[in-house]
């Protein structure tokens, strides 16, 4: 009750969004090619980093998307069990998902590209690109792109968590750090469960990260390896017919990545190979009935150079890569892509940022194609820049849109690439205790995929017939009131809105996905302290999608530290809304939780060692 009554006793009088909470602008980020600092950017993007992802009520990727703004996270299945995000108005195929800049998507579905083998607790910061990113990272960063950054250790450290709940959810977590010679290892372990707070919603997850890294000499390398199981039950997740759906999933992968450091160049190597397998039961009662297992694969090499000049840097490089099904629904498929990338800053005058750059690429099922791209930045005073940006993108389709058969559903082996243009204009402000951003853009995609029919007696079909016009503009503020009164006990303050304008044209046809997406959305965040090292995070979001329907949503979290050990409690959905964000599947009401972390650091962790 204590956790209720404290939101009803704080003062909730602005709101906020996801601003850097960075304590420097050296902090660099890498939205291009080129990394740069933060002050520099020529686009909008979003920061989590380590002390929100710390401080806030969440236990996956998955729910800490869920307060970016612009992001719009509709998950079938709370705390990480299954979720499509896009952002803008984007769908969730049209979302690059990356960890560490390697691509991670899926296949076989958008569905599936939140299936990440990482632990919250491996996360550095999470970087969201709005807007168009075919020119930096070529297929799929259609509406916008998502990296996952993960933290490089190099001291000797463990960490245990346990979380018990509601639903019989409990959360046990363990991760130790240690060096060897030259190689700094992680090895993280997760096991999170739940009876389910609905018929057949309960979940069984179980996450392993490893991640090894050294030093040498001028470069560093580095070798990770995820992988995750999930068991879940899968109520009316792909139809209301059916409550008892069912579905388990095996994903992992293997990324290696070598970078040599100069004054005045760099240069990367990166290798991936990731697996990823689900298997599908449409009626548990008659498992052998209706079940679909797919595998897929991909695997890939990429290079990349930096090299800085009189005339700016200039990074070039390219990547081949292929992936693969193996289906018993979809059939047996592959297929390769070749692509280059290329971007360039320039400095024509005092102030001004230009930032061209562009990709080919070649898809063994399609042509060679160029996506083109401009970003501009003016420094217009030492606080004051605006930024605008033009670039052209698209999307590959996935395997279920082209070979999905079904009585009710037919793909189409010949889709094409969705294409879109997208334009973006902006102000980002920077004070030290305060800091904020405007920015409108528009997006019209064409050729996007579609599923229609004619008439009620056929199948709806995929095929290249819409076109989507989407408007709209964002705004968001920070404050930062200990940065002015160290003894203040409110740390930060943030707030934002998006509003989004969308219309799609299917032709003569009947589509059978009616236009839904986030037309506006406010997000507030408040981390504040109360006495005796009491703090408290909340995070409020409101919601009102095209269709008129509304939401409010209240999450909360209590911790206090004492020296290694912090003990925490926090509730979700504080006001027990009712509410739905995909198909007929009923989300969470008011789940409370309460758990410890303990942390070893350096000299005390090897004393105990």
């Known amino acids: 009750m204590f956790l209720i009554a404290g939101l009803v006793i704080y003062p909730v009088v602005v709101f906020a969004q996801q601003i850097p909470t960075y304590e420097s602008e050296e902090i660099v980020v890498t939205a291009g090619r080129i990394p740069a600092t933060f002050s520099d950017l020529t686009r909008s993007v979003t920061v989590i980093g380590r002390e929100e992802i710390k401080a806030a009520p969440v236990h996956s990727v998955q729910d800490l998307l869920q307060f970016a703004a612009g992001v719009d996270l509709r998950q079938r299945g709370p705390l990480g069990v299954q979720a499509d995000v896009g952002i803008r108005g984007s769908s969730f195929e049209q979302t690059l998902i990356l960890v560490n800049g390697v691509k991670m998507s899926n296949p076989q579905t958008g569905h599936h590209n939140l299936n990440i083998p990482v632990t919250l607790d491996d996360i550095e910061r999470i970087e969201i690109l709005k807007g168009p990113g075919a020119r930096l990272y070529g297929p799929n960063a259609f509406g916008g792109v998502i990296n996952i950054i993960t933290k490089k250790n190099n001291k000797k450290q463990g960490h245990f968590k346990v979380v018990g709940g509601d639903f019989k959810f409990s959360q046990t977590d363990l991760s130790v750090t240690q060096p060897i010679g030259r190689f700094d290892n992680t090895l993280s372990l997760s096991f999170i469960k739940s009876a389910g707070y609905h018929l057949n919603t309960d979940f069984d997850n179980r996450t392993l990260y490893y991640q090894s890294t050294a030093k040498l000499g001028v470069g560093t390398f580095n070798l990770s390896y995820g992988y995750i199981d999930k068991n879940f039950g899968a109520y009316k997740f ?320 209590l911790y206090f530290n004492f020296k290694n050990l912090e003990f925490f409690m926090e509730a979700t959905n504080l006001f027990n809304t009712k509410y739905v964000q995909m198909g007929f599947i009923p989300m969470p009401g008011r789940w409370i939780m309460a758990g410890l972390n303990f942390r070893l650091k350096s000299d005390s962790f090897a004393q105990t060692w």
């Open 238 to 557: 792909y139809s209301e017919r059916f409550p008892n759906e069912r579905e388990r999933i095996n994903a992992g992968f293997l990324n290696s990545a070598l970078v040599f450091n100069k004054k005045n160049y760099s240069v990367s190597v990166k290798a991936h190979w990731q697996r990823h397998k689900d298997d599908f039961i449409l009626d548990n009662a008659r498992p052998n009935w209706y079940r679909n297992r797919h595998t897929t694969g991909s695997r890939g090499l990429e290079l990349q150079t930096v090299l800085k000049s009189r005339f700016g840097a200039t990074s070039l490089g390219g990547e081949i890569a292929g992936e693969d099904i193996k289906s018993s629904n979809l059939g047996d498929h592959s297929r390769t892509r070749r692509g280059v990338f290329f971007e360039q800053e320039l400095r024509p005058v005092k102030n001004l940022l230009l930032v061209p750059g562009f990709s080919f690429y070649y898809y063994s099922d399609w042509d060679w194609q160029m996506w083109p791209g401009l970003d501009v930045g003016l420094k217009l005073t030492e606080t004051l820049r605006s930024f605008c940006s033009v670039g052209r993108s698209f999307r590959v389709p996935t395997y279920t849109e082209l070979f999905y058969s079904s009585p009710a559903n037919a793909g189409n082996r010949n889709l094409k690439p969705e294409q879109a243009w997208q334009y973006e204009s902006g102000l980002r402000w920077r004070k030290y205790f305060f800091a904020g951003e405007i920015a409108v853009f528009r997006r019209h995609g064409r050729h996007l995929i579609d599923w229609v029919r004619y008439n009620t007696d056929e199948p709806w079909q995929a095929l290249n017939i819409a076109q989507r016009m989407t408007n709209g503009a964002e705004i968001s503020l920070a404050i930062y009131p200990q940065r002015i009164k160290k003894d203040s006990p409110i740390r930060e303050i943030q707030l934002s809105y998006s509003y989004l304008d969308s219309d799609k044209d299917a032709g003569p046809y009947t589509s059978k996905y009616s236009l839904d997406y986030l037309r506006q959305q406010f997000i507030l965040k408040i981390n504040h302290r109360w006495f005796y090292n009491i703090k408290q995070y909340w995070q409020l979001r409101y919601e009102e999608r095209s269709g008129k329907q509304t939401n409010i949503l209240v999450d909360a979290r």
